[in-house]
């Protein structure tokens, strides 16, 4: 067989070497996935607060009852009343004798009056209703009622916010937690000493949120939980491709929630879950930052 012109076997070389560049990138674009694009996170660790709620009524933890030490007396002047902030020793009204001359009634401690009872020409004595009450050195609790459940995550000392209708949030702590339950309801009584120096009002209802510890782990969006008959998973895209975990879910807190099992730090989640998406099914994952919530690391 003659040998091939020069010119020829050039051309045929040069088809050849376009054809193996061509190759790789050919490759290539058989491997890269063409389904869907999804938005995905990376895992990343954080903590969530373990609250205990409840509702209860704000109540004077100690209540102070003024009365004269002597019966047979008249109210001759009213110096002070209900709302009214005082101070141990300052005088509340003045009395007449029936002998005739006039002694005064004094605040016993600080605080505000919650009651009073005194008008100008009324009888006083030692046993009967009393003058004023006073809401001792301005200490309130919130009582409330916490289930059999939640009573022995409870301890005293630990903080806690209370909202009260009109007034906000309060800074507070468990006080004293009751020994004995409501045999009807299964509830026991919780105190909680709230921390202000503003007047609170008595029987209020409030809302208590008691901080009884944390839990650190991994942490995704709620949007990435998907529930099913086969149990709670998320979906994670590994080399361009969905993988379907099943994860063991925790506290929540902000938007997100706890993964204890089945996840690790790093993880690339599919941030708002799909049903569409099945096992093994090629996307175009697009990098989204994970956001940290309230009291995350």
Same mark, same amino acid.
Request: proline share 6%; with cysteine; glycine share 10%.
């Given at each position: 067989?003659?040998?091939?012109?020069?010119?020829?076997? +050039?051309?045929?070389l040069?088809?050849?070497?376009?054809?193996?560049?061509?190759?790789?990138?050919?490759?290539?674009?058989?491997?890269?996935?063409?389904?869907?694009?999804?938005?995905?996170?990376?895992?990343?660790?954080?903590?969530?607060?373990?609250?205990?709620?409840?509702? *209860?009524?704000?109540?004077?933890?100690?209540?102070?009852?003024?009365?004269?030490?002597?019966?047979?007396?008249?109210?001759?002047?009213? =110096?002070?009343?209900?709302?009214?902030?005082?101070t141990?020793?300052?005088t509340?009204?003045?009395?007449?004798?029936?002998?005739?001359?006039?002694?005064?009634?004094?605040?016993?401690?600080?605080?505000?009056?919650?009651?009073?009872?005194?008008?100008? *020409? $009324? =009888?006083? &004595?030692?046993?009967?209703?009393?003058?004023?009450?006073?809401?001792?050195?301005?200490?309130?609790?919130?009582? *409330?009622?916490? +289930?059999?459940s939640?009573?022995?995550?409870?301890?005293?000392?630990?903080?806690? &916010?209370? #909202?009260?209708?009109?007034?906000?949030?309060?800074?507070?702590?468990?006080?004293?937690? &009751?020994?004995?339950?409501?045999?009807?309801?299964?509830?026991?009584?919780?105190?909680?000493?709230?921390?202000?120096?503003?007047k609170?009002?008595?029987?209020?209802?409030?809302?208590?949120l008691?901080?009884?510890?944390?839990?650190?782990?991994?942490?995704?969006?709620?949007?990435?939980?998907?529930?099913? +008959?086969?149990?709670?998973?998320?979906?994670?895209?590994?080399?361009?491709?969905?993988?379907?975990?099943?994860?063991?879910?925790?506290? =929540?807190?902000?938007? +997100?929630?706890?993964?204890?099992?089945?996840?690790?730090? *790093?993880?690339?989640?599919? $941030? #708002?879950?799909?049903?569409?998406?099945r096992?093994?099914?090629?996307?175009?994952?697009?990098?989204?930052?994970?956001?940290?919530?309230a009291?995350?690391?």
């Amino acid at each position: 067989m003659p040998p091939l012109p020069s010119s020829r076997l +050039s051309a045929l070389l040069a088809v050849a070497l376009l054809a193996l560049a061509a190759a790789p990138s050919r490759a290539a674009e058989e491997e890269t996935p063409k389904g869907p694009a999804v938005t995905v996170l990376k895992v990343a660790k954080a903590c969530f607060a373990n609250i205990v709620e409840l509702s *209860g009524t704000i109540m004077a933890r100690e209540e102070t009852a003024v009365r004269p030490e002597r019966m047979g007396l008249k109210v001759a002047e009213v =110096m002070a009343e209900a709302g009214d902030t005082v101070t141990a020793g300052q005088t509340l009204a003045r009395l007449n004798l029936p002998e005739g001359g006039s002694v005064t009634v004094q605040a016993p401690v600080n605080g505000t009056i919650s009651s009073s009872s005194a008008t100008v *020409g $009324a =009888m006083a &004595s030692g046993k009967g209703e009393a003058l004023f009450n006073i809401i001792a050195r301005n200490e309130y609790d919130l009582v *409330g009622l916490a +289930s059999t459940s939640d009573l022995p995550k409870l301890a005293p000392g630990q903080p806690a &916010s209370i #909202r009260l209708i009109g007034v906000g949030d309060i800074d507070a702590k468990v006080r004293r937690i &009751s020994p004995t339950v409501e045999q009807a309801v299964q509830l026991g009584p919780v105190y909680i000493a709230l921390t202000t120096n503003r007047k609170l009002p008595i029987n209020a209802s409030g809302r208590a949120l008691i901080k009884t510890g944390q839990s650190c782990n991994v942490a995704v969006p709620l949007t990435a939980i998907q529930y099913s +008959s086969a149990g709670t998973v998320v979906q994670v895209v590994k080399r361009q491709r969905i993988e379907t975990k099943h994860v063991e879910t925790g506290l =929540m807190s902000g938007g +997100s929630i706890e993964i204890r099992d089945g996840l690790a730090e *790093g993880d690339d989640v599919v $941030a #708002r879950a799909g049903a569409l998406l099945r096992e093994g099914d090629p996307v175009r994952p697009a990098t989204e930052a994970a956001a940290v919530p309230a009291g995350k690391k």
